[in-house]
Structures are given as structure tokens and as C-alpha cells.
């Protein structure tokens, strides 16, 4: 059975936004550090933005800095990633992952994140 639980992608044309929800366990979801990462064909999968469900505290990558908010419901065991100002770069299959901890000192390591969601599309069109 699926701990986690993505929803939200679909395609956009660049410059809109989409926002991602990952519904957890509760179990999984309590103090841990819940993570988006995303893999573009040919790619590695690569962190986008994590956070620590225990205290709110959040990091992200430089690339989607000032666009991309990784924010918490402790009411409905969801994290979510609200996705601005989208480029064609961020076309990728985005994935959910948790692992029980703080997030630190590593936030972005796919080795460390035991639990994963199925991944949503996102397509970014010019």
C-alpha cells in the first residue's frame, strides 16, 4: 500500500504555476523530513525542495529558489510544492519521498529517503 501519495502535475506553459500535494501516513509523516525531487529523462533524479515536518523548516535547491515554496498541513499529513514562474527546464517526473529525521545535515540525498510516492508529470511548455 502507497505511503505516499502524489497529485497535482499536468502541463502549463511557461511563466504559470502548478502546486503538488503529497499526502503521507501518519505514521510516515510525523517528524520527518519530507522531500520533492524530480527526474527529467536522461537524467538523475535530482532534490528540488524538502522539509522538516517536525518544525517547519525548509530548504531548496538554488535552481527554484525564489519560485518554487515547499510548505506543510500537520492537519491533513500533506506537504505540497507551490510551483511559480515555471520554466521548460522543470519538465520532469516529480516524486515525494520521507525518511524519519530532521533533514540535516542532508536534505537532497535520494539514498536517504526510504519512502516514495508513484511521481507526477510536469511539462513546462514555450
Known amino acids: 500500500q502507497g505511503q505516499l501519495v502524489e497529485s497535482g502535475g499536468g502541463s502549463v506553459q511557461a511563466g504559470g504555476s502548478l502546486r503538488l500535494s503529497c499526502a503521507a501516513s501518519?505514521?510516515?509523516?510525523?517528524?520527518?523530513?519530507m522531500g520533492w525531487f524530480r527526474q527529467a529523462p536522461g537524467k538523475e533524479r535530482e532534490g528540488v525542495a524538502s522539509?522538516?515536518?517536525?518544525?517547519?523548516?525548509?530548504y531548496s535547491a538554488d535552481s527554484v529558489k525564489g519560485r518554487f515554496t515547499i510548505s506543510q498541513d500537520n492537519a491533513k499529513n500533506t506537504v505540497y510544492l507551490q510551483m511559480n514562474s515555471l520554466k521548460p527546464e522543470d519538465t520532469a517526473m516529480y516524486y515525494c519521498?520521507?525518511?524519519?529525521?530532521?533533514?540535516?545535515?542532508?536534505?537532497?540525498?535520494?539514498?536517504?529517503?526510504?519512502?516514495w510516492g508513484q511521481g507526477t508529470q510536469v511539462t513546462v511548455s514555450l
Open positions: 522539509i522538516y515536518t517536525g518544525l517547519g523548516r525548509t
Open positions: 519521498a520521507a525518511y524519519s529525521g530532521g533533514c540535516r545535515p542532508r536534505w537532497n540525498v535520494v539514498g536517504d529517503f526510504d519512502y
Open positions: 501518519r505514521y510516515v509523516y510525523r517528524w520527518s523530513c
